[in-house]
Structures are given as structure tokens and as C-alpha cells.
């Protein structure tokens, strides 16, 4: 028996990237350095000594690269503002040139009919706020409400969804507890701090955008469901632990004004006592949230864990991206249904999904073929209309990325892209699963029917 997969027809179509990974010239019209252009500067962090340097050259293709948007059909499209380049120094002047250029990309896909998404941060912290701490000082909050406010300012209006900030739960473990990605810290003690502070920076965010604004902000989380490797009550202790430290610690004092339990085992001696008064700024209301699904975690217990969550179990016998991950679209269904019923059924946006898989060399004027993430967009856009069916409030789905761009520290060797780019070039070249997400788009789904 076929089923139909077709989506409701004003489901936003989208695609999303970041600005550090496609706009090159980090420090082009006066922009100030980030985290992230020192991070990459640093010999040994990077993959190949891939930086940022030119990256995508969005900030001189943009006009290109919306062309591109308009091509597969989009409805929207997903994009975030270096802060840096907006004030330098992270406070106080304002860089005009740095501002203008995102006011010149929300006018030119507000021409192509491409609704504007624009998330606040995505990862580059100005590097003379790191200089002052970065988000271990309680100051960040208010530093980020005041850049917020003066990019709200400029573009509310014409961008009508807004995100404070993207991935909290990365920042904080990639940045401050493992040191793989910006600022590069190694500190059980930090983490805590930063990811509090962040959460504090989100709510004095929307609660600055509720003075100004006059449409919907939200924020981001990347969810990563936990599954127990056996029924072993240490599995399953782990299993909960992994749950609270990736999937909880960010979305229950945005949505709960709390946290969990767990996280005082899991960080032990590092996890401090916060204020209470803080939570009143965390738990802001929000019009949205935004979640990003890549993959799920198995997960069985390892005493040796730092921090004490558990160690992932690869799973054999199913297909696994270039990044290690394996696909498990049934986990987007899971997460969403576990979502709504933790935290309600607040507006959904899937904000970021999909994957690097090994792509073919171009050939001139060819379409890069790409099968298997043409594969994993059709199984997981199955199980996003399958959780709509279960009741969940979804409103839109962007997939990542619409462009081949820097991975952060893997450098240039992962590409998520719709678009093939050739770095050295800087020619774009679609991939088969761009032709295939066009036709998604373009009959809401009904291309997806069995």
C-alpha cells in the first residue's frame, strides 16, 4: 500500500549555513577577528591548515549564491551574522560597512521571494571578548544583548525569525571541556560556567529582542537521542547522563527554567551552584525552537568517561557519514516526539539536517552524484511528515548546507553540501540531491511517496 508523504503547504522549505564556514574575508571593511580566525591561525587545530580566510567567498558571491537558493526553490533560508563584524571589539563602535553586508543579503532574497532566518551566533565569539573572558564572564550576557539589539535595529522587520544562539551544547563541550574546536579550552571547571552564561546571553537576547522586535525569535539546540546499549542499569544510568549532558542541560533552563539532576554527577566538584535569579533570565518565552539532527548515540557505561556520560557503541551493519555518524532517521521521530513531551508543543523548526558523504570528482557542466545523501534526506524528511502525523508542531525543515564549506576544525575534508564547491575555483556545481530536494520543494513532498 503506498502512503503519501506530502506536507502541508505553507511548510517552509529552507537551507541553512554559518557565516564563519562560507563568507570568507573574516576581516574584510574594518570586521574585528573572532575566536574562530585565531583558532584557525593556530598551527596544528585545523585540518590540512584549512581556514576561513576565503572559505565559500560568500561575502563577495552572495548575490551568486542566492541565484542558487532561488534554483532549488527555497522558501527560506538560514544564515547567521558574525558578530564581529558588526562591532569589532565586540561592544560599543559599530562597524556600518560589517552591518550593510547583511542588509544587502536580506534585501536580495527578500527579491528572489527567499524569507530571511538569522541566527545571532554561531560560534564566533569576537576574539576581544574572549581577551575578557569569553562566556566564563557573566558580562557575555550582557555584551551579546547589546550586539543583539543593534542588529535588531537594523533588519527586524525585514527578518521576520530570529535565533540567539546555535548549538549551545557544542560550544560549550567542543570549546571549554575537549578543546577540539574555539577557544580550544580543556576545563571540567569552564564548561559549566560557559554554558550557563550562554544561556543567560540567549535569554537577555530575546528579552532585548521584546523591546524592539516586532516578529519571532527563538533558539537553538542540537539533539542527539540516547539509547541504551543493554538493559544493564549502568548502561541505562549512563544512557540517562548522555541524555541530560547533550539534550537537557541547554533546553531545560531555556523551556523549564532548571536543570537537571544529572549534571550534578556528571561534572561532580566542577558543577557550581548557580543564582536562582538567573533562571528568570534563561526561561524567556520563546515563538520557536530550533533543533538540529544529525544522528543518535548508543550509549554503555565507561567508568574512564570524562565527563561521566558514558562512551558511544558504533554500531555495525548500518551505514555511517564521513564524519562517523551513523544514519538513523528514526531517530528524528524520537526526538521530536521526545521533545513535545518534555517541553510542550512549542513551534518546531528543523534548523539543521543532513550529511558529508564521499562525493565524486566534477565533470564539466555534470551533476555531482551523491546517492547516498540523497538516501538520507528522503528517509529523514519520511520521519520529519511522520512526526507531524504524531502531533508535533513543525513549521519547517532547512537542510545543511546548501553549500560544500569549511567543517570547522575538519577543514575543507567534509562536504554537507547541495552545491558541490571547487575551493580553488569557486565554482558551484549541483549535486544529485539538490536536483532531489528542488522536487521535494517543489511538489511538498509528494515526491517522497512510496
Not at 550593510?100 to 554561531?122: C, K, M, Q, W
Not at 525585514?158 to 560550544?171: G, M
Request: net charge negative.
Amino acid at each position: 500500500m503506498s502512503r503519501s508523504y506530502r506536507f502541508p503547504t505553507d511548510f517552509v522549505w529552507g537551507a541553512a549555513t554559518s557565516a564563519y564556514q562560507i563568507e570568507g574575508s573574516p576581516l574584510a571593511d574594518g570586521a574585528g577577528p573572532s575566536i574562530w580566525q585565531r583558532f584557525a591561525h593556530t598551527p596544528g587545530m585545523m585540518a590540512n591548515g584549512d581556514t576561513g580566510d576565503i572559505a565559500c567567498d560568500h561575502y563577495h558571491r552572495y548575490k551568486d549564491d542566492v541565484q542558487l537558493m532561488r534554483a532549488l526553490g527555497l522558501k527560506a533560508y538560514r544564515f547567521s551574522i558574525a558578530w564581529g563584524r558588526v562591532l569589532p571589539e565586540g561592544t560599543g563602535r559599530i562597524n556600518q560597512k560589517g552591518l550593510d553586508f547583511y542588509s544587502r543579503l536580506v534585501d536580495e532574497l527578500l527579491e528572489n521571494g527567499i524569507e530571511p532566518n538569522a541566527t545571532l551566533f554561531h560560534w564566533d565569539l569576537p576574539a576581544a571578548l574572549d581577551d575578557r573572558g569569553g562566556w566564563l564572564n557573566r558580562d557575555s550576557a550582557d555584551w551579546f544583548a547589546q550586539y543583539a539589539s543593534v542588529v535588531f535595529k537594523a533588519l527586524d522587520g525585514r527578518v521576520k525569525l530570529w535565533s540567539t544562539i546555535n548549538e549551545p551544547w557544542v560550544v560549550t563541550d567542543g570549546g571549554y571541556l575537549h578543546g577540539a574546536l574555539a577557544p580550544g579550552h580543556r576545563n571540567k571547571y569552564e564548561a559549566p560556567i560557559a554554558a550557563h552564561n550562554i544561556m543567560r546571553a540567549s535569554g537577555a537576547g530575546i528579552e532585548a529582542y521584546r523591546a524592539v522586535g516586532k516578529h519571532q525569535i527563538g533558539v537553538v539546540f542540537n539533539i542527539e537521542p540516547k539509547y541504551s546499549a543493554s538493559d544493564n542499569p549502568k548502561d541505562v544510568a549512563a544512557t540517562r547522563r548522555a541524555q541530560a549532558y547533550m539534550n537537557e542541560q541547554f533546553a531545560d533552563p531555556a523551556l523549564l527554567g532548571s536543570y537537571p539532576s544529572e549534571l550534578k554527577d556528571i561534572f561532580e566538584d566542577a558543577w557550581p551552584d548557580f543564582p536562582q535569579d538567573d533562571f528568570s533570565l534563561t526561561q524567556q518565552p520563546v515563538d520557536f525552537v530550533g533543533i538540529n539532527y544529525y544522528t543518535r548515540s548508543v550509549v554503555r557505561h565507561d567508568r574512564h568517561a570524562y565527563p561521566l556520560i558514558g562512551k558511544r557503541v558504533y554500531q555495525r551493519n548500518t551505514t555511517h557519514t564521513e564524519t562517523g555518524w551513523e544514519v538513523y532517521e528514526q531517530g528524528l521521530k524520537d526526538t521530536l516526539v521526545w521533545f513535545k513531551d518534555r517541553y510542550g508543543n512549542v513551534p518546531i523548526y528543523i534548523t539543521e539536517n543532513g550529511a558529508a558523504f564521499y562525493d565524486p570528482p566534477v565533470a564539466e557542466s555534470d551533476v555531482v552524484q551523491d546517492p547516498l545523501r540523497v538516501d538520507y534526506l528522503r528517509k529523514h524528511l519520511r520521519a520529519l511528515h511522520e512526526s507531524i502525523e504524531a502531533g508535533v508542531n513543525i513549521k519547517g525543515y532547512y537542510a545543511w548546507s546548501l553549500l560544500d564549506n569549511l567543517e570547522w576544525s575538519l577543514g575543507f575534508s567534509k562536504r554537507f553540501g547541495l552545491y558541490h564547491v571547487d575551493f580553488s575555483t569557486q565554482k558551484r556545481t549541483p549535486k544529485a540531491s539538490a536536483k532531489f530536494y528542488a522536487n521535494v520543494i517543489q511538489t511538498h513532498g509528494a515526491s517522497l511517496d512510496d
